[in-house]
């Protein structure tokens, strides 16, 4: 998959016409890019993005079959999960994005390194 850079001062819609689907990132750097979704699109595409180094940095989660655990861990991870989130906030998601909740369990993938 290759995201294709908008020149500037191009409106999406003259490369997007309607019912296309598309995947459209603007960057802090006020770069453009643009990728035209086709039928075979890749499922892990939104962990795949979110694991890289500009965004999260936990590149090792970028493929799920490197991030399994014993189901004894899973299940302890589970209760964890359950008691650092709460509905009411978001707040416990980052602190378990970032590392920094009390989930301390020996599973390699709960934490980033």
């Known amino acids: 998959m290759e995201l294709v850079e908008i020149p500037a001062h191009t409106e999406l819609k003259?490369?997007?016409p309607?019912?296309?689907?598309y995947i459209f990132v603007e960057l802090d750097t006020d770069?453009?890019?643009f990728y035209r979704l086709k039928k075979q699109f890749p499922l892990?595409?939104?962990r795949e993005v979110l694991a890289i180094?500009?965004?999260l940095n936990i590149p090792m989660r970028a493929d799920w079959r490197e991030c399994k655990c014993a189901r004894e861990e899973e299940e302890d991870l589970t209760k964890h999960i359950h008691s650092d989130f709460s509905p009411s906030t978001l707040s416990s998601m980052f602190k378990y994005i970032s590392g920094t909740s009390n989930l301390n369990p020996s599973c390699s993938c709960a934490k980033p390194s």
């Open 31 to 33: 770069e453009k890019l």
């Open 53 to 55: 180094e500009a965004v």
């Open 44 to 46: 892990q595409f939104g």
């Open 18 to 21: 309607p019912e296309t689907h």
């Open 14 to 16: 003259q490369i997007a």
